[in-house]
């Protein structure tokens, strides 16, 4: 299971306003965010993480769209979604699911069947995940900016140990991290 997120230099994913703006989203950006998306089998998102993602499903993908966007749109419809939400009733995509509680057991039982990698979106769901020893590989792309508050990339009291498998540095200064999780 692989944590992937977009974070500030000194360690935030929103804002104090809950905005995302901040972020590079140039074309490299997008297709380093492309090809990272092609082993994903299985998206398992919060409920405002799925918000933000749900955007992909009606994207446009006709040629008037860059490719490496229409490519990113068609990857993300193909995966399968499953949504952790007390509060939401209905699927807004295709391929989606929702689930009212992380249950840890299923998900070790969902690693060990799935043939693909799967993802975790959201900051709380991610270290629910993170405290049950059930993410393998943490991917941050660090982006060169300080917010000075918002939502944390981390909870609180998580303590992990890690390696540093690569690193890639972006035209736009954003630094790509990638991190195997030491048990």
């Known amino acids: 299971m ?13 804002d104090e306003r809950g905005n995302i703006e901040w972020t590079i989203s140039d074309d490299e950006t997008y297709a380093f965010w492309t090809d990272f998306q092609r082993s994903i089998g299985t998206y398992l998102y919060g ?8 955007y992909w499903e009606t994207a446009s993908t006709s040629d008037d769209q860059p490719e490496v966007r229409r490519e990113f749109a068609q990857i993300w419809r193909a995966a399968e979604k499953i949504v952790y939400s007390r509060t939401l009733q209905a699927e807004s995509s295709a391929r989606t699911r929702i689930e009212r509680e992380f249950d840890h057991n299923a998900i070790r039982r969902l690693k060990e069947s799935s043939g693909a990698d799967i993802t975790i979106g959201g900051p709380e769901l991610a270290g629910q995940a993170m405290s049950a020893g059930l993410v393998d590989e943490c991917h941050l792309l660090l982006n060169p900016i300080v917010l000075g508050g918002g939502k ?10 890690l390696e540093l498998l690569g690193e890639r540095r972006l035209r736009s200064g954003v630094v790509h991290l990638h991190y195997r999780v030491i048990v």
């Open 2 to 14: 692989i944590y992937a997120a977009n974070i500030s230099l000194d360690g935030y994913i929103e």
């Open 152 to 161: 944390r990339a981390f909870s609180d009291n998580l303590r992990m140990r």
């Open 47 to 54: 409920r405002r993480m799925h918000e933000s993602m749900v």
